[in-house]
């Protein structure tokens, strides 16, 4: 644990960024590379955002390492092909802290709400450290940060330890323990395989089965750990060839839904190879297009659920004393219940508290605008830019590929806000016209998608059914539409046009 950040909070500053994972600190070093003063401000006591967070047993990112990493911040010495979580967080702090933007960081700041001021043209901050003021808020909170808790009958009163993936106790023992997982997403099926030999009895509820392609993990031997050290160009090679391999999984998601059924073909005969129990099997096999809900990848799921001590059971309805019951009636007696369930996307618990134009919050703008100009801006709150907002998240690709491109966009965008003279700063508010444009055309490029057509119900969907929370094309497109920020799009104000 870090020791207690006590410097004071600066009361103004030309731009603060909320939340210190990837998005926050790809920001703070565009905006230092730009030369823009800003602070970071972290609730936790130290970087690392959902890599930080998710200490489960097994978490590890699913998006080879090379590519799920800054292009500006290579990392030569990798373990695996695909990162346990420790090192991802171990390398986030180690970056923040060459790029020395840990100079500019306050931890242990949680920022209860921002209110923009049109008097005087700058964002308000309540923070748990006191109040700042900015000119420009940058939101990194992230969008997988606050863990979804089901609303189960009897949950509350289940006797023994209840815990959820993303704020996981190692001090929990599992050992000869009859231990129940609720979820087959990302996380379950990371945990699953690497608790089952601890326990005595593993019971996997599911309510909808995943798709499960091989992951093929493996050690990067030292002499290529070398190479990539002694020649960055080959890591670049590598990383160039996972993210164009990647687009074109995208390509299929968002265009050739045909491809996909063959790719279901490929994990169908996957699983009756790996699976042999028939029932189980017929259990395990969705009945939606891969990659409507994330496609997921493991090379020990399949074999674990197999194993005498696992069950997949149906979906968890309710808790009662030590038993855990199911949809069918089912009761499995439970000392550990460990809840998979995912996190609160749609909105992200940020945008509640958020307040623009006229006291409008984030949360509330994107509804009534059916979601955010290049999923950063929204016309009721200006000089205001938000990461892996609506739409920017991806179900094919490497997140730090949208991060970074909308990072390079803000740094832009904060240097266009801030020009001038600072006694009569300038307010930019994307204009609704763009906005609307914007969300119309993300809206007809969705029409066609795996998302929209695949035939599953997936926190991709925000209550309307509307699919808001990912970016309907290959991340070319995004990074080529936020290449250069452009003022057109946004309506500049003084502080007297605003009030
Ligand atoms: P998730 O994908 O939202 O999965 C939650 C699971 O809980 C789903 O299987 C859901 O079923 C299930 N569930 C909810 N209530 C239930 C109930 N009452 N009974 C049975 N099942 C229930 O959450 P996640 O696995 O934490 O992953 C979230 C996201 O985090 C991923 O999509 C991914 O973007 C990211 N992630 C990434 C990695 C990585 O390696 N890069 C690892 C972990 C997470 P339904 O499907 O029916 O809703």
């Known amino acids: 644990m870090a020791a207690a950040d006590v410097r004071p909070l600066p009361t103004a500053v030309p731009v603060a960024i909320i939340g210190a994972g990837f998005g926050g600190i790809a920001a703070a070093h565009e905006l230092r590379r730009t030369g823009i003063d800003h602070i970071l401000l972290e609730r936790a006591d130290r970087v690392g955002g959902t890599w930080r967070d998710n200490t489960y ?25 695909f990162a346990p979580a420790a090192e991802i967080d171990a390398y986030l702090a180690e970056v923040a802290d060459r790029e020395q933007l840990t100079d500019r960081l306050f931890t242990g700041v949680d920022v209860g709400s921002a209110h923009w001021s049109a008097e005087t043209s700058t964002w308000r901050l309540e923070t748990s450290r006191g109040r700042v003021d900015c000119r420009v808020l940058v939101v990194a909170a992230g969008g997988l940060s606050q863990p979804n808790i089901p609303d189960i009958p009897g949950l509350a009163d289940f006797p023994g330890p209840v815990l959820h993936t993303a704020h996981w106790d190692a001090a929990v023992p599992l050992e000869g323990l009859r231990v129940g997982v609720v979820g087959t997403g990302a996380s379950a099926i990371q945990l699953v395989p690497a608790i089952v030999d601890r326990v005595s009895a593993l019971t996997v509820f599911q309510r909808t089965p995943a798709w499960i392609f091989p992951r093929d993990d493996r050690q990067i031997p030292r002499w290529r750990q070398r190479l990539y050290a002694r020649w960055p160009v080959s890591q670049r090679i590598v990383r160039e060839g996972q993210y164009w391999r990647r ?25 009756a190879t790996e699976v042999r129990d028939r029932d189980l099997r017929s259990r395990l096999e969705p009945d939606y297009l891969p990659g409507c809900k994330r496609a997921l990848l493991s090379d020990d799921f399949y074999r674990t659920v ?43 618990p940020m945008a509640n508290r958020v307040f623009g134009l006229d006291g409008v919050s984030v949360a509330a703008d994107w509804v009534d605008r059916g979601g955010a100009f290049l999923g950063m801006a929204t016309a009721a709150a200006p000089n205001l830019f938000w990461l892996t907002g609506p739409n920017t998240g991806l179900g094919g690709n490497s997140m730090i590929v949208m991060i970074e491109a909308q990072a390079r966009y803000l740094a832009q965008a904060a240097a266009a806000a801030l020009a ?80």
């Not at 074109?248 to 996957?270: C, I, P």
């Open 306 to 348: 197999g194993r005498d001590r696992v069950q997949v059971v149906g979906a968890l309805e309710r808790v009662a004393g030590r038993q855990a019951v199911t949809v069918d009636g089912d009761r499995h007696e439970l000392d550990v219940l460990v809840l998979a369930t995912g996190f609160e996307v749609l909105p992200p």
């Open 57 to 81: 047993p097994g978490c590890a990112c699913d998006i080879p390492s090379h590519l799920y990493s800054l292009s500006w911040a290579p990392n030569p010495n990798w373990s695996r092909r």
């Open 420 to 499: 001038g003279d600072p006694e009569n700063p300038r307010v930019l508010a994307v204009s609704p016209v763009v906005q609307r444009r914007y969300t119309n055309w993300i809206e007809q490029r969705m029409a066609g998608t795996v998302w929209q057509l695949g035939g599953c119900n997936s926190w991709y969907l925000d209550e309307n059914g509307r699919v808001a929370a990912i970016w309907p094309e290959q991340t070319w497109r995004y990074r080529r539409m936020t290449r250069t920020f452009r003022s057109v799009h946004y309506e500049q104000r003084t502080p007297c046009t605003d009030r």
């Open 247 to 271: 687009e074109l999984v995208v390509h299929a998601m968002v265009s050739r839904l045909g491809l996909l059924e063959r790719a279901a073909e490929q994990a169908r005969r996957r699983l």
